[in-house]
């Protein structure tokens, strides 16, 4: 029994370096092929023909090769953490650590996301700054709760016990799964709430936190885009434990969902922005918090 | 309507791999006919851009494509009708075709 | 210690699609002041009128603005004709009416497109434009250009359509219709849209018109005034009643633009089933003497052109006061109190041609 | 234990209670101000070295009881609280405040009453005593306290001959008050006799009442009798425990008190009211607002790093009677108000000094919750955060105050371009923030803790956490983007701030950053066999997780060095101005023909999260609560 | 054979021009025409912009606003006078107000003819400029080696 | 078919009161714009109620007479008002917002204060021609 139990947890430490590893490579290829897919189905939605789905590569290899100009010499350096702590954050997801440890380090690298908006010193990247702060202080709580909901389904913060967990979450969370999904059209850039820095050119702050940003400083920025999809998209999978199959399929259908929205939205304000995800939070992730706990 | 568009064609027209067949009557480029010109200058003159060059003596004609607003001037006052408004419109030039 | 901030917004922005400077003063978002500078279009073609003749003219008034290119040809040539005593004939008058309406939906088409995507609801914005484009093919059709018609004309017009394609161009507007329709169910009844769009920068009845609003921002308002009542053209000669709005906000202007996509559309209709025969133009002779005030409405409202000849071959004096003119003073004293996110918005809602305000 | 294990504790513990009042009395006697400052120097260099030796010398104890008796040190217990009272009467009287003469005087005729009728009873067995909690605070006390008190020697000197030649120097007053509270506090962390707990808390409450009229303006004196009338209103409440607790148990020793469990609801609610005004919960927030406009130093030490934690040391103190109880359900309501309330106050507000006086009140709120909720994990994370806070909000203080005379101002948008004005500085406002709410720093650490204890124990309160941890980053993070943005070119001019100063903004970086990283061996030492009774790891934070959070830490200390110093070959273009850009890098060409520079404020949200809407809310709801935890005792009176 | 032909972003800047050629511009973002296609962005941004479509004749009170976007593009960057006024002046080349022409301010690389520009010439122009901009690109680049 | 326009011509002194009278019945400012003529200046006013056009027309000897601003009655008269003065280099006092000379700042100043030169054929510049096009386009 003991033996077996060490082999285990052997075999558990080397599927997490593993499976951080893999995050490490093909991380930021599944990022960009999603954002490839995103645009080419929006345009799509806009009755265009769209990019190739290989787009944002080729945006990304093509900010590589262009000069680099600055604002302030210090300005990339918090875009080079930036970059690192997304990447660090999701290592430690896909090694299957502390879910709370993931949001705060995100949290971290958002920081330094929005540091690099106010070192960029121009009046559209400081109000960039701003509302992605706005936006923070919107998407924080429900994400929190997330992990609280998690811990409280199965009784673990682990994103590895989670994923194990034969129970599947979602059937104790459906409130925090909905505000999650929410949430996650913040986090995605996606409009009605892409108010920091958006995807699309035609907005009142010019490009918002990036408008500073160029060349290969704007190329890491992307990098780190895409390296955040996987565990955001990962986030929606937690809800369905080991049912990998099933929990993919959500997941698919979810970004799908994003997308859909990003398309019958117009953007909205600040105002709206965080008071409607405060309220979805509370009546929807609190809500579900307080019955679980009534149940429990 | 965006799921309609999604799971519809889209509305691209696939320039340059289709090129449109040039609407008629659309205005694009000027082209003279030069063997039935009388060297007139009228066009020269009636030309509000003055995009066109005649010399009388030399007999010749030459428009400058930067110049022509496609206004239809020079075709309207045209006294032997050798004047044409193609319905294809002029190319662009990067900055050493036009130098050269 | 005051905590406001001050940015400048243009000339050069992604959402402005002509330079026009605002000088903001906000607190958080809020717009507390709003000072306009202009005049990076100004070209100063109105003295033109002393290196080229009143015919000339016509090629400049239609370049002063590329979306309502043709009514400044019209306005033009009818100021002229009314100072030399012209008569247009009866077709050329209903080919005029027919432009202008074409022109008047796709620089609605437009406008709407670049609201919707100042909101920032990019697909809508697309679709906008999607449908304008198939007005464009219309437009180009029938007179050879997609934004400058380049056919109007002292003393008629310098195209005429043939019947066959007058009939073509019914059942295009009639599928253009259906289109628009799916359209502005989104403009007048997305949840998110009339979130944006409705309480937002208000302009009472009695500003809008002490601060000389014209065209739709008037309308919205709740002023029923439209210069096309004073029947130039062809206007005397089919039914129709300005669209109004009352609320004065921008969800007003937006749904009187929409309302008047469809009355366009009509009247169209209307102007193909009722197209005399005949000529498309009289011969001019003459050189103008005498003044003028012609008075049409352009997509954006009313335009007027003062026009002066002495009886040589060039005007005295041509000025154009465009409604974008009129329109900023408005802008200006509705834009402190409303959110940095709707300045964009509030700007287009006047529908700004800074080209012709600027000449 | 030996014997003279022991006697070595008692004589430390004594020395630290002891030296600063004699520290006190020797520099209130000394005229010469640079003597005196070098005084300052070697006084509390002595108290920070003797903390460090207890601690470390003697932090493998767990618990002793020193039974130390002194007659004559009760005397003048006796006469000193009569001395205060008269004080405080008498100033009350001169500037015609009625309030606090009122509590004055019920105060002082219950305990004349009580001592006058039983004071022959009032034996306590150990006056005294020391465990790894007292071992905790006492280090805090002895580091940060002696650091401020260091730090005050350059700033004060600023203060009067440079900054505020107007008011008089009475700095000789200013480090007697300073020492002798820190003997105070001493006395505090330390006494285990209620009397003697209580005769130390009324000394740190007439401290702060003296240091917040120091500047003798309208303003001060107002705010300074604000505070002792909510400090006084604690302190009815602590006296009536007293009283009540020795009418009842007759005991007046506080390990017998907590031993007697739940049979003790009604004192244990009424010192946790004390605590509460100490620590400036929600209904008596307002007077430590009000206490911002002592100096600098008064600010730091008394009213965000020690005094407002005697508040919460109490709380935690009782903290496992609370646990479980409906007082204590309330007592972690009041906290969570306070907490969410002030966060979203902080928002709002410019003034340097208030958003680190609302962001304390904020934290010792968190404080006060886990305290109400009791479980070991909470209080884990109550100490935790204890510790954590005192030094990052310390230097903190101590940072924004030499800001503040450098600047001649203390509002935040004043702080533009501080990082290439005064680069030093901006670095250790930065730590001072990271380490208050950011990812591998203390305060965050802690937090994680709250909210796992939170999960376990009361899920529904988590919500509390989460929403004002949202609010606590919108406001530390636009304060740091404030002083990072560069909008225009600047001189570098970081002269003219003292050695004092900096050595005590130096070793308060050094502690912040030091503590981060070794919190789990601190963790494990010191606060794991206080809370779990053994020095089993918890399982709260695994040591997995310490270690990624000692990467992060690593990364960001990396951060710091990676700014490039050279140039490498990038093109420096001027800032993005819609086009209109003029020679200098933030000015464009506006209308009306001028030139100007655009101007980048943060945002404040006043409209949504204004001071005066969202305190009145918190304050009623607060009192509501604080009612109800009056009345769910009041079974207990009958 | 670069990235920089499969992403070429745009910013386009209306230098005193009536709209015709700035509204046909935007006209080829908008289905009909989807330069996205093409990997073209319109950013407005000049710090993200790789090739700077300008339109209209050029007043004086312009001069300093092109240029300055001129210069916070990074390089490799190609100008596109987009329209007769861009490239000449067009009719409004004998006002008082007007220069005539981007080239007067800026180097022009690409020259599209057209009043108004059609769709397709712009996308031809951009084209071309995306072969421009491949030059400088190797031009750019055996600089950085010389240096 | 032609609209009835009415032109009242005034003197400057007793322009502020006419436009006041204007405000007051509720007319709308339609426009202000100048004329240089070889011998005088004109300005005129246009206003508008219910398609009714009535312009009065101010006349001036030359360009140094004061002009009053009527800015303080109809608001937006300043952007007319400031347009003429940059332009024509008219002297118009009390604009409520005075741009002073900035509000299009124009290579030549007041471009239209010169008066239209005798009519004569406009002299073409001869244009350079890059591009030869003979016949037909490439």
Redesign the interface.
């Known amino acids: 029994m003991a033996d077996c139990y060490v082999i285990n947890r052997e075999l558990i430490a080397m599927v997490s370096i593993i499976m951080g590893l893999l995050y490490l490579v093909l991380g930021p290829l599944f990022g960009g092929l999603v954002t490839g897919l995103d645009r080419r189905i929006s345009a799509r939605m806009q009755g265009r023909f769209g990019p190739p789905i290989l787009q944002p590569f080729y945006d990304v290899l093509k900010l590589f090769e262009k000069e680099q100009i600055v604002v302030r010499r210090s300005q990339n350096v918090y875009v080079y953490f930036y970059l690192l702590f997304i990447v660090f954050t999701g290592v430690l997801f896909f090694m299957g650590e502390d879910l709370l440890l993931v949001i705060f380090s995100l949290t971290l690298a958002a920081i330094f996301f929005v540091l690099a908006g106010y070192k960029g010193g121009s009046p559209f990247s400081i109000i960039g700054a701003e509302r992605e702060l706005l936006q923070m202080m919107a998407y924080e709580p429900m994400v929190l709760m997330m992990a609280v909901g998690m811990y409280m389904a199965t009784k673990s913060f682990y994103v590895g016990d989670i994923v194990t967990s034969p129970a599947m979450p979602i059937m104790l969370l459906p409130g925090i799964f909905i505000g999650l999904t929410y949430v996650l059209t913040i986090k995605l850039r996606k409009s009605p709430f892409d108010l920091s820095t958006s995807h699309h050119g035609h907005q009142e702050l010019v490009k918002g936190i990036t408008t500073e940003y160029s060349g290969p400083a704007l190329a890491l920025i992307e990098i780190a885009h895409f390296y955040e999809v996987p565990f955001l998209v990962g986030f929606v999978f937690l809800f369905f434990g080991s049912h990998w199959l099933l929990g993919l399929l959500v997941c698919a259908a979810v970004y799908f969902l994003e997308i859909l929205i990003d398309n019958t939205f117009a953007r909205t304000k600040w105002q709206f922005m965080v008071a409607a995800s405060w309220v979805v939070a509370a009546i929807f992730g609190f809500g579900n918090i307080i019955i679980l706990s009534l149940l429990g | 309507m965006v799921l309609k568009s999604l799971f519809s064609k889209p509305a691209t027209y696939m320039y340059p791999l289709l090129t449109r067949e040039p609407m008629v009557g659309s205005r694009g480029s000027i082209v003279n006919h030069v063997d039935q010109c009388s060297y007139c200058t009228l066009c020269q003159k009636k030309c509000p851009t003055d995009a066109i060059v005649v010399d009388r003596e030399k007999k010749t004609w030459a428009i400058d494509s930067m110049r022509c607003i496609t206004c239809n001037a020079c075709v309207d006052v045209c006294p032997k009708s050798c004047l044409e408004m193609l319905t294809t419109y002029s190319s662009s030039k990067t900055a050493a075709e036009l130098s050269r | 210690?005051s905590?406001?901030?001050?940015?400048?917004?243009?000339?050069?922005?992604?959402?402005l699609?002509?330079?026009i400077?605002l000088?903001l003063v906000m607190e958080?978002?809020l717009v507390v002041e709003a000072?306009?500078?202009?005049?990076?279009?100004?070209?100063?073609?109105?003295?033109?009128?002393?290196?080229?003749d009143f015919l000339?003219m016509t090629?400049?008034a239609e370049?002063?603005?590329?979306?309502c290119?043709f009514i400044h040809g019209l306005t033009y040539c009818h100021g002229i004709e009314?100072i030399m005593n012209i008569e247009v004939p009866i077709r050329a008058h209903f080919l005029r009416t027919l432009w202008s309406e074409l022109s008047r939906i796709h620089s609605h088409l437009?406008w709407l497109?670049l609201v919707?995507?100042?909101?920032?609801?990019?697909?809508?914005?697309?679709?906008s434009?999607?449908i304008?484009?198939k007005v464009?093919?219309i437009i180009?059709?029938?007179?050879?250009?997609?934004?400058?018609f380049?056919s109007a004309k002292v003393g008629g017009t310098?195209?005429d359509i043939d019947n066959e394609m007058l009939k073509r161009i019914i059942a295009q507007v009639t599928e253009i219709e259906k289109e628009m329709k799916?359209?502005s169910?989104?403009f007048l009844n997305?949840y998110?849209?009339q979130?944006?769009l409705k309480g937002v920068g208000i302009l009472s009845k009695a500003d809008a018109?002490?601060?000389?609003a014209v065209g739709p921002m008037l309308r919205a308002s709740g002023i029923n005034?439209d210069m096309r009542?004073?029947?130039?053209a062809a206007y005397?000669h089919i039914d129709w009643e300005p669209v109004m709005a009352q609320d004065g906000d921008c969800f007003a202007r937006v749904e009187v633009r929409v309302g008047e996509l469809f009355q366009a559309t009509d009247m169209i209709r209307q102007v193909i089933e009722k197209m005399p025969e005949g000529p498309v133009d009289v011969k001019v002779t003459g050189s103008p003497n005498g003044e003028?005030?012609a008075?049409t409405e352009q997509p954006r409202g009313?335009v007027?052109y003062?026009l002066?000849g002495n009886g040589?071959?060039?005007l005295?004096?041509m000025?154009v006061?465009t409604p974008t003119?009129?329109n900023?003073?408005?802008i200006t004293?509705i834009l402190p109190g409303i959110?940095?996110?709707?300045?964009?918005m509030m700007l287009l809602t006047i529908d700004p041609?800074i080209?012709c305000t600027?000449r | 234990m030996t014997l003279a294990f022991l006697i070595m504790i008692q004589n430390l513990v004594l020395f630290l209670i002891g030296f600063p009042a004699l520290a006190a009395l020797i520099l209130a006697g000394v005229p010469n101000n640079n003597f005196r400052n070098r005084l300052v120097w070697v006084f509390g260099l002595i108290i920070l070295v003797v903390s460090v030796v207890l601690v470390v010398g003697f932090g493998s104890i767990s618990s002793e009881m020193l039974s130390f008796h002194s007659k004559a040190l009760e005397k003048v217990m006796f006469y000193g609280e009569w001395v205060m009272s008269l004080l405080i009467l008498v100033l009350s009287i001169k500037h015609k405040k009625l309030a606090p003469l009122f509590l004055v005087v019920i105060q002082t005729s219950l305990l004349t009453w009580f001592e006058l009728g039983y004071g022959h009873q009032l034996e306590a067995a150990n006056n005294l005593f020391v465990d790894k909690l007292s071992l905790v605070m006492a280090l805090i006390i002895g580091v940060i306290g002696s650091l401020i008190c260091i730090y005050a020697v350059g700033y004060m000197k600023e203060f009067h001959e440079k900054q505020h030649p107007e008011i008089k120097d009475r700095r000789a007053l200013f480090f007697f008050i300073l020492f002798f509270f820190l003997s105070a506090m001493f006395g505090i962390v330390f006494s285990n006799n209620l009397m003697w707990l209580f005769f130390f808390w009324e000394v740190t409450t007439l401290s702060s009442f003296l240091l917040i009229g120091y500047k003798q303006n309208e303003e001060s004196i107002n705010n300074a009798f604000r505070a002792v009338f909510m400090n006084l209103f604690g302190g009815v409440f602590f006296a009536m425990a007293i009283i009540y607790l020795f009418l009842t148990t007759n005991t007046i020793e506080l390990n017998q008190m907590l031993g007697l469990g739940g049979l003790v609801m009604l004192p244990v609610v009424f010192l946790s009211i004390a605590g509460m005004t100490k620590a400036a919960q929600m209904p008596f927030s307002s007077w430590l607002l009000g206490a911002m406009v002592a100096p600098t130093p008064v600010s730091a030490l008394l009213h965000s790093s020690t005094m407002v934690k005697a508040g919460v040391y109490l709380l935690i103190r009782v903290a496992p009677l609370l646990g479980g109880t409906l007082a204590g359900l309330l007592v972690a309501c009041v906290g969570g108000v306070t907490f969410i309330i002030t966060s979203f106050i902080a928002i709002s507000q410019s003034d340097a000094k208030k958003v680190l006086a609302y962001s304390t009140i904020a934290n010792l709120g968190l404080i006060v919750m886990c305290s109400g909720i009791g479980t070991p994990a909470a209080i884990w994370a109550a100490i935790l955060l204890v510790i954590f806070h005192a030094i990052a909000k310390g230097l903190l203080f101590l940072s924004v105050g030499v800001v503040e005379h450098k600047l001649h101002s203390r509002d935040i948008e004043s702080m533009d371009n501080l990082i290439i004005k005064m680069p030093r500085l901006a670095w250790m406002l930065l730590v001072g923030m990271a380490g208050m709410f950011l990812a591998p720093f203390g305060m965050l650490i802690s937090k994680w803790a709250v909210l796992k204890a939170l999960v376990d124990a009361n899920p529904g309160l988590t919500v509390v956490l989460i929403y004002g941890s949202a609010a606590t980053l919108f406001f530390w993070v636009k304060w740091m983007g404030k002083i990072l943005a560069v909008v225009q070119p600047e001189k570098t001019d970081e002269t003219g701030i003292s050695r004092s100063e900096w050595t005590a903004l130096y070793a308060l970086v050094t502690a912040t950053i030091a503590v981060c990283l070794t919190f789990p061996l601190i963790s494990r030492l010191m606060i794991e066999p206080f809370v779990f009774g053994s020095s089993t790891a918890t399982t709260i934070l695994t040591r997995g997780n310490s270690l990624i959070m000692i990467i992060m830490m690593g990364f960001v200390i990396l951060f710091r060095f990676s700014l490039p110093k050279k140039d490498e070959g990038e093109r420096i273009v001027e800032t993005y101005l819609s086009g209109l850009n003029v020679d200098q890098r933030n000015a464009y060409s506006a209308p009306l023909g001028a030139t100007k520079s655009f101007i980048s404020k943060n945002y404040y949200l006043s409209k949504y999260f204004g001071e005066k809407n969202l305190s009145s809310i918190g304050v009623a709801t607060s009192w509501l609560i604080v009612m109800l935890l009056i009345g769910s005792s009041l079974p207990w009176l009958v | 054979m670069t990235y920089l032909a499969k992403s070429p972003w745009i910013i386009h800047y209306d230098a005193t021009s009536c709209n015709g050629c700035d509204i046909e511009v935007l006209a080829c973002l908008t289905p009909m025409y989807d330069v996205e296609r093409f990997g073209i962005i319109n950013t407005g941004n000049p710090k993200h912009a790789d090739i700077f479509l300008i339109t209209g004749s050029v007043n004086e009170q312009n001069v300093k606003v092109v240029e300055n976007i001129y210069n916070q593009m990074p390089n490799p960057k190609v100008v596109v006078a987009i329209g007769i006024c861009a490239t000449s002046g067009g009719i409004f080349r004998e006002c008082y107000n007007v220069l005539g022409g981007v080239d007067k301010v800026i180097p022009v690389d690409v020259y599209v003819p057209g009043c108004a520009v059609r769709p397709e010439a712009i996308i031809d122009g951009v084209v071309k400029a995306i072969g421009v901009l491949e030059e400088k690109h190797t031009q750019m680049k055996k600089g950085a080696a010389k240096s | 078919m032609i609209e009835e326009q009415k032109l009242i011509e005034i003197i400057p002194s007793e322009l502020v009161a006419k436009v006041r009278d204007m405000f007051v019945e509720q007319y709308r400012l339609v426009q202000i714009g100048c004329t240089k003529l070889p011998d005088r200046i004109e300005i005129n006013y246009s206003f508008d109620k219910n398609y009714q056009f009535i312009n009065y027309r101010l006349i001036l000897a030359n360009d140094k007479v004061e002009v009053p601003s009527v800015s303080s009655v109809y608001w937006n008269a300043l952007f007319y008002e400031n347009e003429i003065h940059d332009l024509f280099g008219l002297n118009i006092v009390g604009i409520v917002l005075d741009f002073k000379g900035t509000f299009y700042e124009t290579k030549e100043k007041y471009a239209f204060a010169t008066c239209p030169p005798p009519i004569e054929p406009v002299i073409k510049t001869t244009p350079v021609v890059n591009i030869k096009e003979k016949g037909k386009p490439q």
Not at chain 3, 140 to 148: D, N, S, W
Not at chain 3, 339 to 344: F, H
Request: positive net charge; contains cysteine; aromatic residues 10%.
């Open positions: 210690m905590n406001r901030t001050i940015i400048p917004f243009g000339p050069q922005h992604p959402v699609p002509e330079p400077h000088d958080d978002e000072i306009p500078r202009i005049g990076w279009v100004h070209r100063g073609l109105e003295k033109l009128v002393e290196k080229k000339e090629y400049v370049r002063i603005c590329g979306i290119s009314q437009l497109g919707a995507d100042a909101f920032g609801f990019e697909s809508l914005f697309m679709h434009w999607r304008r484009e464009l093919d180009e059709a029938t007179t050879g250009g997609r934004v400058i380049g310098r195209r799916e359209i169910q989104t997305d998110s849209v979130q944006r018109n002490m601060l000389g005034q009542k004073l029947n130039y005397g003028f005030f008075r009313e007027i003062y002066k040589s071959k060039n005295e004096r000025r006061r003119f009129a900023i003073p408005a004293k959110q940095l996110a709707d300045v964009p041609c080209s600027e």
